[in-house]
């Protein structure tokens, strides 16, 4: 199992250290949706957040090319394709569309 994997893994879990430990300590996420570009803490607080209204994260489908991952995941009715470069073993960075997400 690979970092994406293992992150989404604790997004579900609600394992918000887990979360934030699958990323290099610079790492930052874009989610061109809405503008933002969040770094490792940023972005985990945001989910925990956006978890807290009861709705659960899960992943559907994940593929693996060398250091790159996609994953395409969801957390209620809102979707994902989150695209992650890995580097090391841990996420370098992350891009992030999500659909249902306000912009």
Same mark, same amino acid.
């Given at each position: 199992?690979? &970092? #994406?994997? /293992? %992150?989404?893994? $604790?997004?579900?879990?609600?394992?918000?250290?887990? +979360? !934030?430990?699958?990323?290099?300590?610079? +790492?930052?996420?874009?989610?061109?949706?809405?503008? +933002?570009?969040?770094?490792? =803490?940023?972005? =985990? &607080?945001?989910?925990?957040?956006? $978890? #807290?209204? !009861?709705?659960?994260? $899960?992943?559907? /489908?994940?593929?693996?090319? *060398?250091?790159?991952?996609? =994953?395409?995941? /969801? %957390? *209620?009715?809102?979707?994902? #394709? !989150?695209?992650?470069? %890995?580097?090391?073993?841990?996420? #370098? !960075? +992350?891009?992030?569309?999500? =659909? *249902?997400?306000?912009?």
């Amino acid at each position: 199992m690979n &970092a #994406a994997e /293992r %992150l989404w893994r $604790a997004l579900a879990g609600h394992d918000w250290p887990s +979360a !934030g430990s699958q990323f290099q300590p610079n +790492a930052t996420v874009t989610w061109p949706h809405t503008g +933002a570009r969040m770094g490792v =803490v940023e972005y =985990v &607080a945001t989910q925990r957040e956006r $978890a #807290a209204r !009861g709705a659960q994260f $899960a992943s559907a /489908r994940v593929v693996t090319e *060398g250091r790159n991952v996609v =994953v395409e995941g /969801r %957390l *209620g009715d809102e979707r994902c #394709a !989150g695209f992650y470069d %890995l580097h090391d073993g841990l996420i #370098a !960075g +992350a891009v992030e569309y999500w =659909v *249902g997400e306000p912009a």
